[in-house]
Nanobody, 123 residues
């Protein structure tokens, strides 16, 4: 089970840090990811972190967002800086143990999802 939290209302240019806590199992061998869904749009890839420490980001957040993981706490984070109004969305964390490189960007590749946490960026 995954539980995401940390969303809120922030002004453009501000920062937020999302957390996704895992329980019920150890996700130490899983690829962890963040996706987001803006109002009226599909859920899209934001970032992933692999067990090797390798990270991937969508072009829209590269250089502004940072994904990290704390295995001791079974928690993955998404530090979001220089937020823009277009970052407004429900943010979801996800996990899967059998991804290949090309599948990490697809919503239907992930077996485990947290509930969304809402991020609203005002202009």
């Amino acid at each position: 089970q995954l539980q995401a939290f940390g969303g809120g209302l922030v002004q453009a240019g501000g920062s937020l840090k999302l957390s996704c806590a895992a329980s019920g199992r150890t996700f130490s061998r899983y690829v962890m990811g963040w996706f987001r869904q803006a109002p009226g749009k599909e859920r899209v890839f934001v970032a992933t972190i692999w067990r090797s420490g390798t990270t991937y980001y969508s072009d829209s957040v590269k250089g502004r967002f940072t994904i990290s993981i704390d295995d001791a706490k079974n928690t993955v984070y998404l530090q979001m800086d220089s937020l823009k109004p277009e970052d407004t969305a429900l943010y979801y964390c996800a996990a899967d143990s059998q991804l290949i490189f090309s599948s990490q960007f697809r919503v239907n590749s992930y077996d485990y999802w947290g509930q969304g946490t809402l991020v609203t960026v005002s202009s």
